[in-house]
């Protein structure tokens, strides 16, 4: 029985060692795609920030030319 008992740990061992590279592999592909992620994330919120500072300032320019407009389209007339 001894033999059978230290064969069967081997067997385990050698099981869980190959889990755990695995596992080892798994978490870093993770550990990678949530630093994207975070990337990503940073990104999308400086493009929405800079999105609604253009939006203002168009709007802001938008209102300063709001008389030119006339001469602007006149061919409308």
Not at 28 to 56: H, I, V, Y
Request: with cysteine.
């Amino acid at each position: 029985m001894d033999k059978f008992e230290k064969e069967l740990s081997k067997w385990f061992k050698e099981v869980y060692r190959e889990h755990d590279q695995v596992q080892k592999k798994c978490d870093q592909w993770m550990l990678e795609k949530n630093r994207e992620l975070t990337q990503l994330e940073k990104k999308a919120n400086t493009f929405e920030k800079e999105m609604e500072k253009s939006a203002s300032n168009l709007e802001k320019w938008l209102q300063k030319q709001q008389g030119k407009w006339k001469e602007w389209f006149s061919y409308f007339d």
